[in-house]
């Protein structure tokens, strides 16, 4: 099973930038979708973003036009590129895929990213 550690979180000003990263323990060219979700206090978990094998992402609306999601095969990574931050955008992010073969869903240990001035 492929573990995932996600990284590049922080704090930033609205209106700033951040990169979040996960990284794969193992091969994710295998993996058909891969996905960001965030979780605020007191509220479920969100998706945020996904990208396909094939690289076709899909975005929530709220985020979309501010987030890019990308996915690097060869070097076993996924990205999410956040520009325009909201201080409603404060979440921990987490990494995301589902494992057909054993059926769980892996969940990486998530970022923290606060948008405040």
């Known amino acids: 099973q492929v573990q995932l550690v996600e990284s590049g979180g922080g704090l930033v000003q609205p209106g700033g930038s951040l990169r979040l990263s996960c990284a794969a323990s193992?091969?994710?060219?295998?993996?058909?979708?891969m996905d960001w979700y965030r979780q605020a206090p007191g509220q479920e978990r969100e998706l945020v973003a996904s990208?396909?094998?094939?690289?076709?992402?899909h975005y929530t609306d709220s985020v979309k036009g501010r987030c890019t999601i990308s996915r690097d095969n060869a070097k076993n990574t996924v990205n999410l590129q956040m520009n325009g931050l909201k201080p409603e955008d404060t979440a921990v992010y987490y990494c995301?895929?589902?494992?057909?073969?054993?059926?769980?869903?892996?969940w990486g240990q998530g970022t923290q990213v606060t948008v405040s001035s």
């Open positions: 995301h895929y589902y494992d057909v073969g054993v059926r769980i869903h892996v």
């Open positions: 193992g091969s994710i060219f295998s993996i058909n979708t």
């Open positions: 990208i396909t094998s094939s690289g076709i992402p």
